[in-house]
């Protein structure tokens, strides 16, 4: 079975990474066959081991994480008993080829992270290969060190003890016959803290369906570089103080707190405090980056994403949709080389060409919106809003908040 590249119209082929469901199963031992002819370029691959079925896979305690419309890629966390309790071992990490360079498996890594952190594991080890590019010099690119199985100092250790069966397991499938193995373990750490941050989405009906008002982030900025995405930016002090002073409805602001129930905002505080806060910052953002000033009450509760650890720089992004009808939204921001309305359809097949880059909060919310179709049905669905935590959220639309 070949696992291609969706070709759905108008649909993207990879939002963010799930927990795996039953429909995925059968392709994840495809997916890992084709992954590990990669290996042919630098391994003699006669006499590879045939790998475990993805019912296999799920029988084992532990989770299995994918990512794709189908899956084109998953991994597989196993939890090994210890002497004092549970460690989590990334035991297989795989991206079809047809999907690669598209920065899933980095994406499949930092959700397995995040969910150790969410289980309460200080640590998750893996086995790779030394030397080969795309095994240990990445993993070290991304915390693993390597661990020495056999060092005097490290015999006892729970996690050595642990591992010790998996490296044994290796030996007698022959693995070493290709290259050198070796043992790696990263730290779980909830850091940097996110900083809160608001982002708008512009929204309107086109002769063709949805479009969006996105910008271009130039290439020096630190943080997605060169990604397309909706206005917005970090929550000032100064937003604190507007908050306060802005005139709104008190059933408004009741309801945006209740529609942010779900979710935990940085600076803590009050609901209503933080719902003022919150619209403060989005109409300030939006007149900065579009010079257009708008009434907090157009502003729709819609989407909270953290980003996962692993990254130098972390947010916590509450998303508003603004539905628009007569506004000239101008390109009025340093942060991007340019502004546009794009059809919904344009940005998803230019993502699919790979022409634009999108981050996984903005290619969900797309791939959402996409399917709901109508300005209307978008302010209508209502969504129930759950903070998106290490990119790892289930196929949506999600279900109404009425």
């Not at 080829?97 to 200080?122: D, I």
């Not at 230019?350 to 978008?378: C, F, H, K």
């Not at 969504?383 to 949506?396: K, S």
Request: proline content about 8%; aromatic content about 6%.
């Amino acid at each position: 079975m070949t696992v291609p590249i969706s070709t759905r119209r108008g649909r993207l082929s990879v939002t963010s990474v799930r927990l795996a469901g039953a429909e995925d199963l059968d392709r994840l031992q495809d997916i890992e066959v084709a992954a590990d002819h990669s290996f042919g370029t630098v391994l003699d691959l006669s006499d590879w081991p045939p790998p475990p079925t993805g019912p296999e896979r799920a029988r084992e305690r532990g989770f299995l994480l994918v990512v794709g419309q189908p899956a084109v890629g998953f991994a597989h966390v196993l939890e090994l008993d210890t002497d004092q309790g549970p460690q989590l071992h990334l035991e297989q990490l795989s991206v079809h080829p047809e999907a690669g360079r598209r920065g899933l498996g980095t994406m499949l890594l930092l959700a397995a992270l995040g969910v150790a952190l969410e289980r309460g594991h200080e640590a998750i080890t893996l086995m790779t290969y030394a030397d080969v590019p795309w095994n240990g010099p990445w993993y070290e690119r991304h915390g693993f060190r390597e661990l020495d199985l056999d060092a005097p100092d490290v015999r006892g250790d729970a996690v050595v003890k642990a591992l010790r069966p998996l490296r044994h397991t290796e030996q007698r499938l022959g693995l070493d016959r290709h290259g050198r193995r070796i043992a790696m373990q990263r730290s779980l750490v909830e850091a940097p803290t996110p900083i809160p941050a608001v982002s708008v989405i512009p929204l309107r009906d086109g002769p063709h369906g949805l479009e969006v008002f996105v910008q271009h982030r130039a290439s020096t900025m630190d943080f997605v570089p060169g990604a397309v995405v909706f206005p917005g930016g970090r929550v000032d002090p100064q937003d604190h103080e507007t908050a306060g002073t802005l005139a709104l409805p008190a059933d408004l602001v009741s309801e945006q707190g209740r529609r942010w129930r779900h979710t935990a905002y940085g600076d803590g505080g009050t609901a209503e405090k933080q719902t003022r806060t919150l619209l403060a910052t989005a109409v300030r953002e939006l007149a900065e980056e579009t010079g257009v000033v708008v009434a907090p009450s157009r502003l729709v509760p819609w989407d909270r994403w953290v980003t996962p650890v692993g990254y130098g720089k972390r947010f916590d992004v509450s998303f508003f949709v603004l539905p628009v009808e007569r506004d000239t939204l101008a390109h009025t921001t340093t942060e991007a080389t340019g502004s546009e309305w794009l059809p919904l359809d344009e940005l998803v097949s230019r993502a699919e060409a790979r022409e634009l880059a999108l981050v996984p909060p903005t290619r969900t919310i797309v791939d959402e919106l996409q399917q709901l179709g109508s300005v209307e049905s978008v302010v209508e669905l209502r969504p129930v809003i759950q903070t998106v935590r290490h990119d790892l959220t289930p196929l949506r639309p999600r279900p109404s908040d009425l």
